[in-house]
């Protein structure tokens, strides 16, 4: 399978505080992206990261990308209640397969 | 118009029954996309369309049938389904010039067959 592994699975922190979520996938890649996934309703794109650079920022995101360790991560800065949701990383490949890892379940208490 | 729009948003079946999901974008993506989603799971994909034509079966069982009358719409047809086939399923696209934009998602039909 190409499906990635995500950690935690879980993560619960105060509002304010920065939360980290790591990505690790198995095979060669086009880009990374992640995606918040609110209720269980549709996923938003949240920010892409191709396989020729190490980071990117976007707001309060940074996203760091290790082609050699095949892992990835994101920052989220500042943290806010409306931020509670889970997080994917998902690999874009050249066969236009779009694959998730786990995902992360991200709680902001207030 | 910058949405995946997917239609019905709550579907429940019977075993026995046939429906269909339907998908539409207006961005002039030319690749689309379903996927399934489980609880508390990820995104597992389904097919993919390339304009308009199927590039990607993920050895979905014959009881979905997918159809992409044009560059707007995905459908995908439903017959027979099990209760196991109850998830929420999902449209994306995205495109063609792939490796440098992020996808579009549709919010999804929760589909339950009883």
């Known amino acids: 399978s190409q499906q990635g592994e995500e950690d935690p699975q879980a993560l619960s922190i105060q509002e304010g505080e920065n939360a980290t979520m790591n990505c690790s996938y198995k095979?060669?890649?086009?880009?990374l992206q992640w995606y918040r996934q609110n209720s269980g309703r549709g996923l938003v794109h949240l920010i892409l990261?191709?396989?020729?650079?190490r980071e990117k920022h976007s707001g309060r995101l940074r996203v760091t990308l290790d082609t050699s360790k095949k892992s990835s991560s994101l920052l989220i800065t500042a943290s806010r209640a409306a931020d509670t949701a889970s997080y994917f990383c998902?690999?874009?490949?050249?066969?236009?397969?779009?694959?998730f890892g786990q995902g992360t379940r991200l709680t902001i208490n207030p | 118009d910058t949405e995946v729009t997917q239609t019905p948003k709550h579907l429940v079946m019977g075993m026995t029954n046939k429906k269909s999901l339907k998908c539409e974008q207006h961005?002039?993506?030319?690749?689309m996309y379903w996927y399934k989603q489980k609880a508390k799971k990820p995104p597992e994909l389904m097919f993919v369309?390339?304009?308009?034509?199927?590039?990607i079966n993920e050895s979905v069982p014959s009881r979905f049938s997918p159809e992409c009358p044009n560059s707007s719409l995905l459908n995908l047809h439903l017959h027979a389904l099990q209760p196991e086939d109850s998830a929420l399923y999902l449209c994306?696209?995205?495109?063609?010039?792939?490796?440098?934009?992020?996808?579009?998602f549709g919010s999804g039909t929760r589909l339950t067959v009883v």
């Open positions: 994306a696209s995205r495109k063609a010039e792939q490796g440098r934009y992020g996808y579009t």
């Open positions: 095979t060669s890649i086009n880009n």
């Open positions: 990261i191709r396989s020729n650079e």
């Open positions: 998902a690999t874009d490949h050249v066969s236009q397969k779009l694959v």
């Open positions: 961005m002039g993506h030319r690749a």
């Open positions: 369309y390339s304009y308009e034509k199927l590039s």
